[in-house]
């Protein structure tokens, strides 16, 4: 961002009268990761077609400003050449893990099934969503663009989901690859019904928790 904000408008490109513009230093930025730093043959696989994940593995010692610096680069930017699709365009996965963390990213179940459970978290006294017009979009998503040579199972909970009941959901399933959350909500915080039908409020944190809890993902 730094890079981007500095040069904007005041650097030419190729001989060009005109500047280069946010876009086209992006691009750039890009292109040099993806030829430079990961290099054509890694680019090459994560572009080819299906869901790839890359991993990208740090060292421990986070206090390395270096080191820090190296958690913030935006892998997802790069591409094989300027104008190509980026990682992110190519439905990529990029995972920055430190060097005791094991870089293997959960997939399908052992019978190649893919569970997603989608909320529909209407707190007590909120204002209704498009909730089943947004239900019926999102299954057809899963089921016929994401992972159309897979088996996907989708769930729904609706109407006074609380924390109890979304316990219980993912317990049963034994967990699921992705979970898709709408409601309403504040900073850090999501709206769902209380134990006794009052307004209750989960952090990120406390999300995260209650999934681990129930049998993660």
Partial sequence: RRHVRLY??????GGSDAPATAEELMDELGAYLGQEVLGAGLMSALSAHG??????RLPENMDNPFNVA???????IARLAPGEPTLVEHNVVVRAVTGAEPAETPGAAADGTVRVLLVFAEAPGSRPLAMRLERQRLTGLFYDDVMPNHRVEVDVLCHGVTRTRLHGQIQDRQGYHAIHWSGHGHTNLLELYGENGESDRLTGDGLVKLIGDAGGF
Avoid: D, F, I, Y
């Avoid at 190296?70 to 997802?76: D, S, T």
């Fill in 70 to 76: 190296m958690a913030r680069v935006p892998w997802e």
């Fill in 8 to 13: 904007e408008g005041s650097q030419l490109r």
């Fill in 51 to 56: 869901r790839h994940t890359l991993a990208v």
